[in-house]
């Protein structure tokens, strides 16, 4: 099979899969409901069934789908910025940041909610901003700026953030199912209004980064390499930087940390569709929002209480991950 | 051409290249010589205005290059780096199409005339065949090969490689070099190279340029520089020279210590 061909049976199969992740989502649920009920609703409208369908159920597949396709993204550009396909959120210490921000929201006992998060939403957003700001200033010396110092400075600051978060837990240890939430993320809260949050912020997100999609092909082969070729250089990357975090600290401030995603999917779909970032971006998010999908769906059928989203995809993407990895060989 | 006036560059700690003065007409072949740490690569990026730290001039047409953008310079000076390790496994088309970025908009796709240039680019240098293979697929010298393609895409009156030779077995060497020595002579290139290899350069060159400590030790034609002092001063080694049997273009080689008793 040729390079486009392949590319063609890519997009097919996903987009398949993602329509058909979204009508199991709508399906799946403790009300028992058929694909009838759902014509049905469409016919007629039925306040109950909106409700189940559409309130329940529609909401939260939307949220797990931008969530999964913010952090796959969010992950493919940090790996381009990195030249360094095992980058993810985590390095430059968002994620962990954000998982803090929301603990210490919750030990402090801070109840608000705005912008369509809440007050531990809000205090995540911030903090994971917060915290690559601290790297990126960190990272500056003597006015030149090093991809190096801030991979080591975003490991080491992300690590302090979860000794932090760790601390705060063990001192609270009444809030534990809270902690559950941000430390393996969960879409269980998941309401319109989160969806309304997120949804802009992506698309901004996905358009700046398709955008500057040639620009990330270049620096793919240095910085300097990329200048000679006529690339601003330390412009992209600071817009890169700045996308990457804003998806990253939005996801986490409505689900938690959801790990593996950002890692795993932008490599799934560099390996099946090649490096060239304007493919990959857009490739990256669609596969990471169907990815999310399903694994949410496995989160709340697969035991009869539901389990940490989190947990699901570590489990299903490390050994698809392997087996990538080892066919190509 | 290119003109680089009284030019100083280096790094964070300090200058590496010390008032180098050059000057590639168009349609001339220049190599620059030296030892390891001498300030070729230096010399070579700091005339691409890659370094920060840097004094002087570097004229392109009479205009400065630190006073036009980034674009502008891409649109007349091409760069072929040291081969660069792909961390990301790119085919030899998308890495040739990336030498349009400066012709092309952000959003643009790629349009008849990118791809006309990628294939009359990848034509020259014989890549055309493994246009769709991977680069981790491809031997160094149809690597090395695929980045003059490149440079090439880039329709660029001046091309400047960085040691085009280095890590590369001497079928590929001669190879590369032929290459170049084709793009000077058909498609009237000014060509300037940092090289380590003396025989190369001085075959394929019409100046040398021999750099010690950052500065300038010698200048002139292949027959005029390439002398036992020469080298001596700029390399500290003992070389018999000798012409070239079939150009006349002088030669080093290095004869052992026990054999000039």
């Known amino acids: ?329 | 051409m290119l003109k680089i006036e009284d030019l100083s560059a280096g790094y964070e700690n300090g200058f590496v290249v010390r008032n180098v003065r050059l000057k590639l007409e168009p349609g001339e072949f220049v190599a620059v010589l030296g030892p390891n740490g001498s300030g070729k690569s230096t010399l070579i990026r700091a005339a691409l205005g890659l370094l920060r730290n840097a004094r002087g001039a570097v004229l392109l047409g009479g205009r400065e290059t630190a006073a036009m953008g980034r674009r502008e310079v891409a649109r007349e000076i091409a760069y072929v780096p040291q081969l660069p390790d792909p961390v990301f496994d790119f085919s030899a088309g998308e890495i040739v199409l990336m030498g349009r970025y400066a012709r092309q908009g952000r959003l643009d796709a790629v349009t008849a005339g990118d791809a006309e240039a990628v294939r009359e680019a990848m034509k020259a240098t014989d890549t055309l065949a493994f246009k769709d293979r991977k680069l981790s697929r491809l031997s160094g010298g149809e690597r090395q090969r695929v980045f003059i393609a490149r440079a090439l895409s880039q329709d660029t009156p001046v091309l400047l490689l960085d040691e085009p030779s280095l890590h590369l077995d001497i079928n590929y060497q001669a190879e590369i070099y032929g290459l170049l020595k084709a793009l000077q002579i058909r498609e009237k290139k000014s060509i300037l190279v940092a090289e380590h290899n003396i025989n190369l350069a001085a075959a394929h060159s019409d100046r040398l340029l021999f750099l010690k400590d950052g500065a300038i030790a010698a200048e002139g034609t292949p027959r005029e520089t390439v002398t036992a002092a020469n080298i001596r001063a700029v390399f500290g080694a003992d070389v018999d020279i000798r012409a070239n049997t079939r150009t006349g273009v002088p030669e080093i080689s290095l004869a052992a210590a026990e054999s000039r008793r």
């Open chain 1, 1 to 329: 099979m040729n390079a486009g061909n392949q590319r063609r049976v890519f997009w097919a199969v996903l987009v398949a899969m993602a329509l058909g992740g979204f009508l199991l989502s709508l399906l799946t649920g403790p009300v028992k409901t058929t694909f009838g009920d759902l014509v049905d609703l469409i016919r007629q409208y039925d306040r109950v069934q909106a409700a189940i369908f559409l309130d329940l159920r529609l909401s939260r597949a939307v949220l797990a789908f931008l969530v999964g396709a913010a952090l796959s993204l969010s992950g493919a550009i940090l790996q381009g910025y990195f030249r360094n396909p095992m980058a993810d959120p985590f390095v430059v210490g968002v994620s962990s940041g954000a998982a803090l921000g929301a603990v210490a929201a919750l030990s402090l006992g801070i109840r608000f909610a705005a912008f369509g998060f809440s007050g531990q939403g809000l205090m995540a957003f911030a903090s994971g901003l917060g915290i690559v700001s601290l790297v990126y200033l960190l990272s500056l010396r003597r006015g030149d700026f090093r991809v190096e110092t801030l991979l080591l400075t975003g490991i080491a600051a992300g690590a302090l953030a979860s000794a932090l978060t760790s601390f705060l837990l063990f001192m609270r240890s009444d809030s534990f199912d809270q902690a559950v939430f941000w430390l393996l993320g969960s879409f269980q809260l998941a309401e319109w209004p989160q969806v309304g949050a997120v949804a802009p912020w992506f698309a901004l997100g996905l358009l700046l980064a398709v955008w500057l999609a040639r620009d990330m092909n270049l620096l793919a082969l240095g910085d300097e390499a990329a200048r000679a070729l006529g690339c601003p250089v330390a412009t992209v990357r600071k817009v890169f930087l700045g996308v990457a975090t804003l998806l990253a600290a939005l996801s986490v401030s409505v689900s938690g940390i959801i790990g593996f995603v950002g890692l795993v999917v932008p490599h799934w779909v560099r390996l099946l569709i090649g490096p060239e970032h304007r493919r990959l971006f857009a490739g990256a998010s669609l596969a990471g929002g169907t990815f999310l999908l399903y694994c949410d769906l496995l989160a709340r059928t697969l035991l009869p209480s539901e389990l940490p989203i989190g947990v699901i995809t570590a489990a299903v993407g490390a050994p698809f991950f392997l087996y990538l990895l080892h066919r190509k060989r």
